[in-house]
């Protein structure tokens, strides 16, 4: 009878095990993470001689100590879940320290079946393993396997299946013995034993007493609850204390240096080193990567090519996407009627739901960069020649990717920053690093300082992003520094780095993680960004004007348009309201159509008028053709745009001053009157939190524009430049303001779900808003001692 | 010389109850040059520190070799036991190493 099987892999880190993993599941698994943690789960299923096999590949661990969160992880599924085989996989070219987790493994009393991975390399550094001898000596089989190539999998599943049919192996047999003191002790703590704490039902005693032996803090703690524990660990008090006495040393240094004793006498049996110290390949690669002068300079080429791998690379998709949702609300507006209705169709739920697949493009191109350095073992190089520097502020050497991704070279996005941090294994090091990248200069920050730069500071223009670059990392570092000092204070996690041989990723390795990766963003980040996105847009749009202030908006506009309309020389093109519908909207075509023309306006209308001119109806009744020039209706035309486009804009402005957002924006403007920023800034700042580049937008309707497009804001910029109150020191203030303040709602969301927790995305809503106001005010500040003139 | 970077640490370090690793027998790691190679005496430090330590395979017995610098000095470059590892010289300086004969004379 077919029997489903569930079967674990587990491993060192670059022992190839999830290439194996990938080797044997295809296509047919999927990634999850672990409850409550973001560290990646990966399942999959396979039918192998009519079973069903369930694969479980745990994150790679050295051991199974319960120090780090993977190692808890691993050894709590396997406890809990109890896998009816575990496949530990062993990287044949490291055999030595792959063995320390094997010897674990074996201790807890399951069955384990090894796949010698990787044989190939092994054999080429002249590593010559007698895999039936090491099956004999560590009493379990060993299967040479080899992910890259698919081989030797069928003679593993075949394995792991006969051995699934077997008893789980016995104490007596265990090929791990200690010293005869150290077993008397087990035995001793064993004998105490009369109940297994729940969790641990059906693993062995002797598994439960080395543990305790070794003081292990779950286990202890596991064990405390249960009757009777008073005696046992009476017991393993007592144990402990005869066993230091012998030794001069605890226990679990006692038996970690026994394992790999043990490992020694194994290796000496059954591997054979035929060359020894003959530089690899991969040491070689590692001479020049790494090098004193060459490795920087890689280094630093290195991130630059991610950075535009990431950005430029996906720029093509992300056009796509966007011009794709544009166009669908397009559609989407000339179906449904101007209203409310609309406009939370168009702004609120299509441009939401465009903004969250906007992202996708750049988090994919960018894991797939990630993977990339990953999978060649480049990434550990990063860390180890980086670390001297981020260390200093308590980061690590794996946060400068993050950071680098987060705008370390102007112009990136926190977003996928934050998630590049998920290869860092330091649980302080990545929060901090979670909780800094933010400050650093995003794309979305660019367009607010192209802004106020071109109108404050034109000569400057280099010079001035190159200082925002500087002081924006110094800002990071700075305020890692601190944070490391105070709220997240207390010793360094230890710099244990192995730095793997470089290998050649395989292409199905590079696309499933991506793939993995990018797709566990649109899951989970995805409705909560859309969401929120529908929530600020009803911020900025509701309540709309009460119906009377509208009314007096729409009798302005009437009166305007009559004054225009009783004008006697306009008459010939302008009869009625709607020869003015008409006209705007053929004006509006041919000026898409044409693009901007550079002699401006007047050409288009007569084009325009032209036409109209010629056909039927729209010509005076004597049929005349119109020979006198149209200057004077151009003229007249113009002004009344102007005046209706000035009215809109004052709507608007109106309008926005009504709304959630805008009553924020006004009742800011007490807190920000230190600095100088005004409702319109305050507004702008409000809407910022959506997405930062959403300052200029928003900007631009507080001081009454037309819609202002970020990326062209030249007629923001004039406004500003002769608008009273603002001024260099002013723009400067609001400049390091936009560095600083709030991560965007995206950001932030991305912040809850890797650090799990809400109080981490209060805390950087909070810190950074107060250093941006620190910031703001102290540029005020410097700005007044010298003498600038600030009204 | 001190051979511990902070004496503190001796305080809670379960290796060497007697501080006998403040013996002229042994030298850290960290003082290891690119190139050198020697024997592991123990691993000294706070628990976890020390345990993680062995686990990755520096424990009494095992050959290392200073492979190189980061190229801003710190971190170091290990292989052990057929590995590549790196470890900031805070860390190296818990591994005490037994002391080659004729060498390190000048140092103390």
């Known amino acids: ?791 | 010389m001190k051979r511990i970077p902070n004496e503190e640490d001796c305080d809670f370090c379960p290796a060497f109850p007697a501080k006998e690793c403040l013996s002229d027998n042994v030298v850290p790691l960290s003082q290891f040059k690119p190139g050198e190679k020697g024997v592991v005496f123990q691993a000294c430090g706070d628990s976890e520190l020390r345990l993680r330590l062995m686990e990755m395979g520096f424990v009494r017995g095992s050959e290392v070799k200073v492979v190189k610098h980061a190229p801003l000095k710190d971190p170091l470059e290990f292989v052990i036991r057929g590995y590549h590892v790196s470890l900031r010289k805070e860390e190296a300086a818990h591994i005490l190493m037994e002391k080659p004969h004729g060498r390190f004379d000048e140092v103390t």
């Open chain 1, 1 to 791: 009878m077919a029997k489903r099987l569930n079967i674990a892999l587990a491993g060192n880190p670059n022992s190839g095990k999830t290439t194996l993993f990938n080797a044997i599941t295809g296509a047919r698994q999927h990634t999850g993470n672990w409850p409550g943690v973001t560290v990646e789960k990966k399942e999959g299923v396979v039918q192998f001689n009519g079973h069903q096999m369930n694969l479980v590949d745990l994150p790679g661990t050295y051991s199974l100590t319960a120090y780090s969160l993977e190692e808890r992880l691993v050894r709590q599924f396997i406890v809990e879940d109890r896998p009816d085989v575990v496949v530990n996989v062993v990287d044949a070219a490291n055999i030595d320290r792959n063995l320390y987790l094997t010897t674990q493994l074996l201790e807890m009393g399951i069955r384990v079946i090894i796949a010698l991975n990787m044989t190939d390399v092994a054999e080429k550094q002249g590593v010559m393993i007698n895999a039936r001898k090491l099956s004999r000596l560590l009493g379990v089989p060993v299967m040479p396997t080899n992910g890259k190539k698919g081989a030797g999998i069928d003679d593993l599943l075949g394995g792991a299946l006969e051995l699934a049919q077997t008893d789980p192996p016995s104490d007596e047999n265990r090929p791990i013995r200690y010293a005869k003191d150290v077993e008397r002790e087990c035995a001793a703590i064993e004998s105490e034993i009369h109940l297994l704490p729940e969790a641990y039902q059906g693993l062995p005693k002797r598994w439960i007493a080395v543990k305790l032996l070794e003081n292990d803090e779950e286990i202890t703690k596991g064990v405390q609850g249960q009757p009777r524990s008073e005696s046992l660990l009476g017991q393993v008090r007592e144990s402990r204390h005869r066993l230091r006495d012998r030794f001069g040393d605890k226990p679990e240094f006692i038996l970690t240096n026994a394992r790999y004793s043990f490992i020694s006498k194994i290796i000496e049996q059954s591997v054979r080193r035929t060359m020894d110290d003959r530089a690899t390949v991969s040491e070689s690669i590692d001479k020049v990567l790494t090098h004193r002068l060459f490795g920087p300079v890689i280094l630093m080429t290195a991130l630059y090519l991610v950075y535009l791998f990431t950005f430029q690379g996906s720029e093509p998709l992300v056009n796509a996407v966007e011009r794709g949702f544009s166009r669908i609300g397009d559609l989407a507006a000339a179906v449904i009627p101007p209203g409310p209705l609309q406009s939370l169709v168009v702004s609120g739920v299509i441009d939401g739901v465009g903004g969250v697949l906007g992202f996708t493009p750049l988090i994919a191109f960018m894991f797939l960069a990630i993977t990339f350095l990953e999978d060649t073992g480049y990434m550990a190089r990063i860390a180890f020649m980086l670390d001297r520097i981020l260390h200093a502020f308590g980061l690590h050497g794996a946060s400068m990717l993050a950071l680098m991704v987060s705008g370390g070279i102007a112009g990136g996005c926190a977003v996928p920053g934050i998630m590049a941090t998920r290869t860092m294994r330091e649980p302080k090091e990545r929060l901090l690093t979670i909780l800094v990248a933010p400050l650093m200069n995003c794309g979305a920050k660019l367009p607010i300082y192209a802004l106020l730069i071109g109108a404050f500071f034109p000569g400057n223009k280099a010079l001035m992003m190159l200082a925002l670059t500087v002081i924006s990392w110094a800002m990071a570092l700075l305020a890692a520094k601190v944070i490391r000092w105070t709220i997240l204070s207390g010793p360094d996690a230890p710099f244990i780095l192995e730095l793997p041989p470089y290998r050649v990723p395989t292409v199905r390795g590079l696309i499933t993680n991506t793939w993995d990766r990018t797709w566990m963003y649109m899951k989970k980040a995805g409705t909560v960004i859309l969401t929120i996105s529908i929530i600020l847009w009803a911020m900025m749009n509701f309540p709309s004007l009460p119906e009377d202030e509208e009314r007096q908006f729409v009798a302005r506009e009437d009166r305007i348009t009559s004054a225009f309309l009783s004008d006697p020389s306009v008459a010939r093109v302008f009869k009625s309201q709607g020869d003015i519908i008409r006209f705007n909207a053929a004006f509006r075509q041919l000026e898409d159509a044409n693009g901007q023309n550079p002699e401006g306006r007047k050409p288009i209308f007569d084009a325009v008028a032209t036409a109209i001119d010629d056909a039927p109806g729209m010509a005076d009744g004597e049929g005349n053709r119109v020979e006198a020039s149209l200057d004077k209706v151009a003229e007249a035309y113009f002004a009344y745009t102007d005046q209706i486009m000035a009215l809109n804009g004052e709507r608007r402005s109106v309008q926005l001053k009504n709304t959630v957002g805008g009553q924020l924006g006004l009742a800011l403007e007490t807190v920000f009157r230190p600095i100088g920023f005004d409702w319109k800034t305050c507004v702008a700042l409000v809407g910022g939190f959506a997405a930062k580049e959403v300052v200029v937008s928003t900007l631009g309707t507080a001081y009454s524009l037309a819609d202002v497009d970020p990326e062209a804001a030249d007629s923001l910029s004039e406004r500003l430049q002769k608008e009273p109150g603002w001024n260099p020191v002013l723009a400067f203030s609001l400049i390091m303001f936009v560095m600083l303040y709030s991560p965007c709602f995206c950001t932030l969301v991305m912040i809850k779900k890797e650090t799990g927790r809400w109080q981490w995305v209060v805390f950087a809503m909070v810190y950074t808003t107060a250093l941006a106001y620190a910031a703001a005010l102290a540029v005020r500040g410097i700005g007044v001692l010298l003498g600038a003139e600030i009204s």
